[in-house]
């Protein structure tokens, strides 16, 4: 019998905001390092905005389009924005609690944040200088009475709302607005140090204390500034003309995005309401957008980049890498992989070894053609370099570049088309889908024979990313796998073909339909009295018919373990539905990326490692593909990560209906484990058995 989702769901956006709480608890830990915890409020901030460009602007397309709508989780399009506002707001009383917190422990290290009503003298005359010579050149103040309509705001900057007023009633008051400069200077001003004391002051708070010099040829007498900060819609509507090319498309696109609908209007909630009307009017804000009242700054994931003028406790300490010692060891690394498969577990291991893996390819006079999956590089790529090099020693490249790779797409463009002046062959892949797949495939041709090697991972070909999101690559040369890698770059050329896979777990062909199957077969496993079960880490779960099978695997004894870093809409423990389901959710230093798939099978265990989350978009409109895991010490590593990150009970928090993220707690006599510190001496240990 189907399982009903009726009231049997959490609604994927309020999931979202659930998650983003659990970065906020990061902020609010004592034991994250003070100016972790400030950065942690910054990663909650920038995470928030990309939620109000993506997903309120998608909301409220839905709620514009069908009020009565409903959603997964049984919810309309204007009930969601409700509940999201509501919870917002509360998420932002926490936020602005915990940065208290945080100032009062940074004074505790001689730390000061200062604003312009607090200088000493000699400060004084610090950022007088600093203004004059830093940022007065990069100040553009519009005084809105002088121009015919008002000023575009840009999405992801801040200004300053200021109005000027006089005692004298002859002069009129007037309004101005002032683009902070944050995109091209430091949002914050390290001042000199004073008798061991150091101080920090906002790039807004040095514009106000200069307010006087900017509009000095006025004859006001008050001055008062305050930020302002617009969020845009940023989901792309592409140009159906099909007589232009996909790359015209994508770059006239791009520029629509940059005037999207506002979605998010922030303001200092001690602005005068004449003030605000007058922006709520310029802006064409209506009481149905989000206005949403805040302290006296905004962009705090400027915080990101907090600098650290303390001590080296302050922050985390820099992280160790060692290279995959089978890589190493060996002279080629193509000889190595031929030895056996190999597993990279980012950002513990170097990325290197992969960039290598390309270089060495790059220069082999065996190595005939290198293809690959590109979704998003770093801004100085090796990778693209080494595939440059390899074109340039006469290797058949071909790139698949994803320019739909949200916020990615400008990059994207830019190094497609250095790619092809370097005699790359670029492909854009499939209309309406995007190719997300992570692959890498490299073709030899040894004594004859063609030879292939391939590098399967659940996390993108960059190298910034890697050091800081926890992923694994898989490097292979097991020939079925390869072959089918090589199917999945014919397919992406060929749309029309038809492939059958067996190593491999294809989206949107059969991936979906595989996973079924195989908990399926564990629901006859446990109806027939056997030990069954599940053991699956994702992103995010949002999707409607794993989830019913989820469910209908609970009812029939099969044990499943979950852990979900964010969006998760399944529930856990309802009596006589999911009470065989635990969801864990591990939020930690490393953004937790990869994707792994245990299948308990009789013993026989199915494992997989993957760059699909179970969500609708994965599985039905893009490109993905999960790698089956051969290799009996590759197998072991994955289970040994997998028990790991499950016995966390320091990072890993408890996701329920209720959504309060408790912490999975320590019970009396066991030992405290954290998985992502404890991972490094895991693989260490590991390698010192091969």
């Not at 070909?461 to 014919?490: P, R």
């Not at 009789?602 to 994965?618: C, F, L, P, T, V």
Request: hydrophobic share 40%; net charge positive.
């Amino acid at each position: 019998m189907p399982v009903s989702l009726k009231n049997r769901t959490i609604n994927r956006e309020l999931s979202w905001l659930s998650f983003n709480h659990r970065v906020l608890q990061e902020a609010q830990d004592a034991r994250v390092p003070l100016v972790e915890r400030l950065r942690f409020l910054g990663i909650f901030s920038n995470n928030l905005d990309e939620f109000f460009r993506v997903r309120v602007a998608t909301m409220r397309r839905i709620k514009a389009v069908s009020k009565k709508k409903e959603l997964i989780g049984d919810k309309t399009a204007a009930e969601v924005l409700d509940e999201i506002h509501d919870e917002v707001v509360r998420q932002k009383e926490i936020f602005a609690d915990t940065y208290q917190v945080i100032l009062r422990k940074l004074e505790d290290h001689n730390i000061h944040i200062i604003d312009e009503w607090n200088l000493s003298e000699t400060q004084e005359e610090f950022i007088d200088e600093y203004y004059r010579e830093k940022v007065a050149p990069l100040l553009i103040p519009i005084m809105l009475k002088n121009v015919p309509r008002f000023p575009f705001l840009r999405d992801k900057s801040i200004y300053l709302a200021v109005k000027l007023t006089s005692q004298k009633k002859e002069v009129k008051k007037q309004t101005a607005i002032i683009e902070v400069p944050s995109d091209r200077t430091s949002r914050f001003v390290v001042l000199p140090e004073h008798k061991g004391k150091k101080y920090i002051m906002f790039l807004d708070d040095v514009i106000r204390f200069n307010m006087d010099k900017i509009f000095r040829i006025f004859d006001y007498d008050k001055v008062e500034a305050y930020t302002i900060k617009i969020t845009r819609d940023a989901e792309l509507d592409f140009d159906d003309d099909v007589s232009k090319g996909f790359y015209e498309r994508m770059k006239k696109t791009l520029k629509q995005r940059k005037t999207g609908q506002a979605v998010r209007f922030l303001y200092d909630e001690e602005m005068p309401l004449d003030l605000l009307d007058v922006l709520k009017k310029g802006l064409k804000i209506d009481s149905d957008d989000s206005i949403i009242p805040g302290g006296r700054y905004h962009n705090s994931k400027d915080f990101m980049k907090f600098p650290n003028v303390g001590g080296p406790e302050l922050e985390y300490a820099p992280l160790k890498q060692i290279d995959q010692v089978e890589l190493v060891k060996s002279k080629s690394l193509f000889g190595a992989i031929d030895k056996n498969d190999i597993l990279l577990h980012y950002p513990y291991q170097y990325f290197r070894s992969f960039v290598h893996f390309l270089r060495e390819a790059a220069i082999d006079p065996e190595v005939r053609e290198i293809k690959i999956s590109i979704y998003r590089v770093a801004s100085k790529s090796r990778v693209v370099n080494a595939l440059i090099s390899a074109a340039k020693n006469g290797k058949e490249v071909t790139a698949v570049v994803e320019l739909r790779a949200r916020f990615d797409e400008e990059a994207n463009l830019n190094w497609s088309k250095k790619l092809q002046d370097a005699g790359v062959k670029v492909i854009y892949g499939i209309p309406d889908m995007k190719i997300h797949c992570k692959l890498a495939l490299v073709t030899k041709i040894k004594n004859g024979q063609t030879h292939h090697y391939c590098t399967i991972a659940t996390g993108n070909f960059h190298e910034g990313t890697a050091k800081v999101y926890s992923d694994l690559a898989l490097l292979t040369a097991n020939q079925d796998i390869c072959e089918e890698a090589q199917k999945v770059f014919m397919f992406i050329e060929r749309p029309y073909l038809n492939f059958r896979f067996k190593h491999l777990l294809v989206a949107p062909a059969s991936m979906r339909t595989k996973y079924i199957k195989m908990l399926n077969r564990e629901i006859r496993l446990a109806k027939e009295g056997k030990d069954a079960y599940a053991f699956i880490k994702v992103n995010s779960l949002v999707d409607e018919i794993l989830i019913r099978k989820l469910y209908q695997a609970s009812r029939a004894g099969v044990k499943i373990r979950l852990i979900v870093r964010g969006i998760c809409s399944i529930v856990p423990g309802i009596k006589g539905l999911s009470e065989n389901i635990e969801v864990h959710s591990i939020i930690d230093r490393f953004l937790e990326h990869s994707r792994v798939f245990i299948f308990g099978n009789g013993g026989k265990e199915d494992i997989y490692i993957s760059s699909a989350d179970w969500m609708e978009r994965n599985l039905d409109h893009r490109i993905e593909v999960s790698v089956a895991i051969y290799d009996k010490n590759v197998r072991k590593e994955i289970k040994d990560f997998m028990e790991l990150q499950w016995r966390d009970n320091s990072k890993a928090r408890i996701i329920t209906a209720k959504q309060e993220n408790n912490y999975v707690t320590k019970k009396e006599g066991e030992a405290e484990v954290r998985a992502q510190v404890d991972l490094f001496d895991l693989i260490c240990e590991h390698q010192k058995t091969l």
